[in-house]
């Protein structure tokens, strides 16, 4: 049996529209690479082509179009709409489908702020509201704030060390130059690694807090031009998205190794402070536009040449003089979420399952 849930149909056709329009010369093209896992992957990647050439274009776009025309922050009733509207597409498609109710604890902001308290003659209130000419969500009440889901509530104020993208090898390097990170705030880019990875090895090396920035190197103007003129990162733009430490278990924190189905006796919950999949320390992100007036002041020795971002001054690591204010309130509650299930049964190994999975919120 063949399950393709939420919106991997639609991550097909986006795919489509990433490869739709390119070609070269027959005789330029390189040879394809093996395909890993096959002695001979002749037939798979035969079967792969037959598969891509089936999405279209300019469905997709229709698709991206509709789910997008609201913001559909996770457990609201936008998201649910959107659930619905996947479902409807997956049983006109002939799929097998349910909607699949989840118990989820996770958080909304509900206060979020970074100051820079020090050096006086530097401003800096963030997280500012994303700003893009003729953008027409930019002032849309239900687009929030720029948070981490799964971060703590807490209050930071200390100095701020730059750690390039906060990998171990990272903090490593950190400590060969005699930089220590404990008590203070830990500024690193998005990239690289999973953001949960970066405040879990902050958490390690005792920091007091992290922000997450995106710089204009990895996904800003050095790659190209900004939205709306291109589709890279505006100045403004901050990427959301949670931390929870995955890597210790998948799903709902209170439920490891468990559905969270709403039925599910509170017993066989984890209390959430007693989670290993919950930070400790509180994370948040910032703009790169937010985050500029904490990198070009910070002093201390030049970073090393491979963290320098794309920001127009050298990047040094800190500590200080450079100190920030982290005020998190979040609003953690058990929330409802909907999964979209669709079924194809499989007509050579029906007990053997091929899982597929995206996300629509």
């Not at 990998?167 to 400590?175: A, H, T």
């Amino acid at each position: 049996m063949k399950y393709l849930s939420a919106t991997f149909v639609m991550c097909l056709l986006v795919f489509a529209l990433l490869t739709t329009g390119r070609s070269a010369a027959p005789d330029a093209a390189p040879a394809p690479l093996p395909i890993f896992g096959f002695r001979d992957s002749t037939q798979q990647r035969a079967t792969e082509t037959r598969f891509l050439a089936v999405p279209d274009a300019k469905l997709a776009r229709e698709h991206l179009r509709i789910l997008t025309q609201a913001p559909h922050l996770a457990g609201t009733p936008e998201d649910k709409a959107t659930a619905d509207y996947v479902a409807q597409k997956f049983r006109e498609a002939g799929l097998e489908t349910e909607i699949v109710e989840y118990k989820v604890w996770f958080n909304y902001p509900r206060e979020i702020s970074v100051d820079v308290t020090a050096p006086s003659n530097v401003v800096m209130h963030g997280p500012r509201r994303e700003q893009v000419q003729g953008d027409p969500f930019q002032d849309n009440a239900q687009v929030i704030v720029p948070y981490n889901a799964m971060s703590p509530s807490g209050d930071v104020e200390a100095e701020v060390v730059y750690a390039n993208y906060g990998s171990p090898e990272d903090f490593k390097k950190l400590e060969q130059m005699k930089i220590d990170v404990r008590g203070k705030v830990v500024l690193v880019r998005y990239g690289q690694n999973f953001r949960g990875v970066k405040a879990f090895v902050a958490q390690e090396h005792g920091a007091a807090g992290v922000i997450i920035y995106s710089d204009p190197y990895d996904d800003g103007w050095h790659k190209g031009d900004k939205y709306p003129d291109g589709p890279w990162r505006p100045d403004s733009g901050a990427q959301r998205g949670s931390i929870g430490y995955m890597f210790q278990f998948a799903g709902d924190p209170t439920t490891p190794g468990v559905a969270s189905v709403p039925t599910l006796p509170e017993s066989q919950r984890t209390p959430p402070e007693k989670s290993a999949q919950l930070p400790t320390i509180p994370t948040t992100p910032l703009s790169y536009a937010d985050a500029w007036p904490i990198l070009e002041h910070l002093d201390g020795p030049d970073s090393p040449r491979d963290w320098q971002g794309s920001l127009p001054f050298t990047y040094h690591v800190g500590p200080g003089p450079v100190k920030v204010k982290i005020h998190l309130k979040q609003d953690y509650q058990y929330r409802t979420i909907w999964d979209v299930i669709g079924r194809i049964p499989g007509a050579e190994i029906p007990n053997q399952w091929i899982v597929a999975g995206n996300h629509r919120d």
